[in-house]
Nanobody, 122 residues
Framework: QVQLVESGGGLVQAGGPLRLSCTASYGYTVGWFRQAPGKEREFVAAMRWNGGATYYDDSVKGRFVISRDGAKTTVYLQMNSLKPEDTAVYYC???????????????????WGQGTQVTVSS
C-alpha cells in the first residue's frame, strides 16, 4: 500500500508562485490532478518513473514544472504565474505500472493523496 501525502497548498495572489510536494514511494510514476468546486478532477502534470519524461496539460504548460528530488521519493509541482482559475484542490497520484495512454486519466492511477487546497486571489 502506497501512502501519498501532499503539502504546500495555500493562498497566493495572482501572478505569484507556489510549490506543492508529494511524498511518493520509490519506483512509481506520479501525476498531479486538480478539482475545482463543481467540476471534475482534471489532469495537470505527470512524471514517469522510467526515464523521467514529463507531461503537462495545455492550461499549465510553460507555468508549472513537475520534478523529483534526488532520492526520487518526493515529487514537486512548481506553479508559477498563478491565475484565479488555478484555484482547486490539488491531488497527487501514483501508479507503478501505468501505461502512457493512461497518464492523463484519473482511472490510470491506483493511489491518491488526500489533496491540498490552492487558492489564487485576483
Amino acid at each position: 500500500q502506497v501512502q501519498l501525502v501532499e503539502s504546500g497548498g495555500g493562498l497566493v495572489q495572482a501572478g505569484g508562485p507556489l510549490r506543492l510536494s508529494c511524498t511518493a514511494s520509490y519506483g512509481y510514476t506520479v501525476g498531479w490532478f486538480r478539482q475545482a468546486p463543481g467540476k471534475e478532477r482534471e489532469f495537470v502534470a505527470a512524471m514517469r518513473w522510467n526515464g523521467g519524461a514529463t507531461y503537462y496539460d495545455d492550461s499549465v504548460k510553460g507555468r508549472f514544472v513537475i520534478s523529483r528530488d534526488g532520492a526520487k521519493t518526493t515529487v514537486y509541482l512548481q506553479m508559477n504565474s498563478l491565475k484565479p482559475e488555478d484555484t482547486a484542490v490539488y491531488y497527487c497520484a501514483a501508479d507503478r505500472s501505468i501505461i502512457l495512454s493512461s497518464l492523463r486519466l484519473v482511472r490510470g492511477y491506483a493511489y491518491w493523496g488526500q489533496g491540498t487546497q490552492v487558492t489564487v486571489s485576483s
